[in-house]
């Protein structure tokens, strides 16, 4: 039984050496430039990186990981854990916009981690040479190029003692609440995950074998872990292939997703609400006309509130590209479950609860609540009052508390913090729960995420959600992005708490900007009966996010408050 993905590794380097194991699109393109590793060729390369690290002492230390997209993070990443090293994938500077903000998150992490070498790209490495200005760290830090590495050192390479508990990686968290925190995920974690992922998603033996192996396409960030845990460590645990390309050249031009899909005809892909969004802006008549959907079995779509009416429309335009309505995959995770706790059925369409008929969003179809499936084989889930530690009946809402051996070890380093989210009990239930710090129902065995407990916001003794408040604005009017939106409340005074509405409008709507900040007010007088403090239009892509792209409410008030959010329009403060 393997105790490792190591020990998988191994396993398939022996049994399918030849396989592609990945395939790597340099340009986005299919038909551009594409890198490819065999099953044999990543397992000599992750045992080079290994053993370059064990001959050095590092094994139990933390190794930072800073790569550009390509497959050289892989094998940086498997060579750690082949190595009994810690690794804590990071983000490397990216252009001159992002310096500041990259190199700030760096150096948090290497001092958080105490990380005692960087892995890299060559490119990377020659960059934080010129950085020692900036990095002081870096003078006590071993940096490497693992291409630098040569392939002989894997001769050398010993098996390292690995347990269930050995901590594999930090997964550091995108910070949508707070401070980025590193979560510990064991070999074990990994496993359990792994499975949890295979089990939900269909991903058996006979369902690989008639994809001929081909199971994913993702341009998902790996140093994330919907992109890390998903498509490419489930790929190496089945011993199947994935097709990668850079979440950059995602963004440039969405269609080589769908492109790629088209070509490869995977099992499985997907991503945040955003990504499908993107994809229905780019759906011309030609680009559907030279689409083949059909073969795309699990479309996931997690990390941010999941749109109804993202799901239908999407539905709609890529149906005459033989999509199919039962592909579409809503799901629930978090890095602290090292990622899948909750995921729909294959072959079956989502679960849509309607809106009321009275109430925010009466009648309108596009505001029906989305399921995220259900737990997956070992994983517990419960929704509980927190302040009386009691378990909630089916409807109503509470946080979702998680139980499982998927559950990560606790926050590196991070006493306090441990005990606080990875400790909890309930009464007349035996267990320690992670509290994830989401609010949701059940309905039926099925979970259905209602928002994050900390951003609610409370008026009047009113508990008012803001996604709810995010959706009914972006139903106003067709200029307003979805999932573009950030609701979060002020300090009015005399008035008391005041909902102040963030959202992103693209600027050739300038004309409309007044009767836009009208109707979201109208709409929230209506839906909601509350009167909104503040409504700001902002350029598009400017709205704080996470890594995985969920709304920094806390972020937005902050900078709504100093005045930094990036204004195309706002209507007068009242």
């Known amino acids: 039984m393997a105790r490792s993905l190591v020990d998988l590794l191994t396993k398939h380097a022996s049994h399918q050496p030849d396989r592609t194991a990945y395939r790597y699109l340099v340009t986005g393109d299919r038909d551009g430039e594409i890198q490819d590793i065999s099953y044999g060729r990543l397992a000599e390369r992750s045992r080079a990186v290994a053993s370059w690290l064990q001959e050095r002492g590092l094994a139990g230390s933390r190794a930072m990981l800073l790569y550009p997209p390509g497959l050289e993070f892989i094998c940086g990443y498997l060579g750690c854990l082949s190595a009994g090293v810690v690794a804590v994938p990071g983000v490397p500077p990216q252009g001159r916009s992002q310096n500041h903000r990259a190199l700030t998150r760096m150096k948090r992490l290497i001092a958080d981690a105490d990380a005692k070498v960087i892995l890299g790209g060559r490119e990377v490495i020659a960059a934080l040479?010129?950085?020692?200005?900036?990095?002081?760290?870096?003078?006590?830090?071993?940096?490497?190029?693992?291409?630098?590495?040569?392939?002989?050192?894997?001769?050398?390479?010993?098996?390292?003692?690995?347990?269930?508990?050995?901590?594999?990686?930090?997964?550091?968290?995108?910070?949508s609440?707070?401070?980025?925190?590193?979560?510990?995920?064991?070999?074990?974690?990994?496993?359990?995950?792994?499975?949890v992922i295979t089990e939900r998603m269909g991903h058996t033996p006979d369902t690989i074998a008639e994809y001929d192996h081909e199971l994913f396409v993702s341009w998902l960030p790996v140093y994330h872990d919907m992109g890390l845990i998903g498509p490419v460590l489930n790929t190496v645990y089945l011993g199947a292939t994935a097709t990668l390309f850079s979440p950059l050249h995602f963004l440039q031009q969405p269609q080589?997703?769908?492109?790629?899909?088209?070509?490869?005809?995977?099992?499985?892909?997907?991503?945040?609400?955003?990504?499908?969004?993107?994809?229905?802006?780019?759906?011309?008549?030609?680009?559907?006309?030279?689409?083949?959907?059909?073969?795309?079995?699990?479309?996931?779509?997690?990390?941010?509130?999941?749109?109804?009416?993202?799901?239908?429309?999407?539905?709609?335009?890529?149906?005459?590209?033989?999509?199919?309505?039962?592909?579409?995959?809503?799901?629930?995770?978090?890095?602290?479950?090292?990622?899948?706790?909750?995921?729909?059925?294959?072959?079956?369409?989502?679960?849509?609860?309607?809106?009321?008929?009275?109430?925010?969003h009466a009648g309108a179809a596009d505001a029906a609540a989305v399921g995220s499936g259900r737990p997956g084989p070992g994983v517990t889930l419960v929704i509980a009052d927190p302040e009386r530690q009691q378990e909630l009946p089916d409807g109503e809402v509470g946080e979702i508390w998680v139980l499982g051996a998927s559950v990560a070890k606790g926050y590196w380093r991070n006493t306090l913090a441990t005990r606080e989210s990875f400790r909890a009990t309930l009464k007349n239930r035996e267990g320690r729960f992670l509290r994830t710090g989401d609010l949701g129902f059940l309905r039926d065995g099925e979970l259905f995420v209602t928002g994050r407990l900390k951003d609610l916001i409370v008026i009047d003794g009113r508990n008012h959600y803001p996604q709810?408040?995010?959706?009914?604005?972006?139903?106003?009017?067709?200029?307003?992005?979805?999932?573009?939106?950030?609701?979060?409340?002020?300090?009015?005074?005399?008035e008391g708490e005041q909902p102040v509405i963030v959202a992103e409008a693209a600027p050739e709507a300038a004309d409309e900007f007044e009767k836009i900040t009208d109707r979201i007010r109208s709409a929230i007088g209506e839906a909601h009966g509350l009167s909104v403090r503040d409504v700001v239009l902002v350029h598009p892509g400017t709205i704080p996010k996470t890594s995985s792209g969920k709304i920094q409410r806390r972020a937005s008030r902050t900078a709504y408050l100093d005045g930094t959010l990036s204004v195309v329009g706002a209507a007068a403060t009242r």
Not at 468 to 492: K, N, Q, Y
């Open 468 to 494: 709810d408040l995010e959706l009914s604005a972006e139903m106003s009017h067709p200029a307003l992005r979805p999932g573009c939106t950030a609701t979060f409340s002020v300090d009015g005074g005399v």
């Open 129 to 175: 040479g010129t950085m020692a200005e900036h990095l002081p760290e870096l003078a006590e830090i071993t940096c490497v190029a693992t291409e630098d590495i040569p392939d002989a050192a894997a001769g050398s390479w010993r098996e390292p003692d690995l347990t269930a508990d050995s901590v594999a990686f930090l997964q550091y968290t995108s910070g």
């Open 177 to 195: 609440t707070s401070a980025p925190r590193g979560v510990m995920v064991t070999h074990g974690n990994l496993l359990d995950n792994e499975r």
């Open 256 to 360: 080589r997703w769908l492109t790629a899909l088209s070509h490869y005809r995977p099992h499985t892909s997907g991503g945040p609400n955003f990504a499908y969004e993107l994809c229905l802006k780019q759906a011309t008549p030609d680009l559907l006309d030279g689409l083949d959907l059909s073969r795309w079995k699990v479309a996931f779509n997690g990390a941010e509130p999941v749109r109804a009416a993202t799901l239908r429309r999407f539905t709609e335009t890529f149906g005459t590209a033989g999509f199919r309505r039962e592909a579409l995959y809503p799901c629930y995770g978090l890095a602290e479950a090292t990622l899948m706790v909750t995921g729909g059925s294959v072959a079956a369409p989502p679960t849509l609860i309607e809106a009321p008929e009275t109430g925010p």
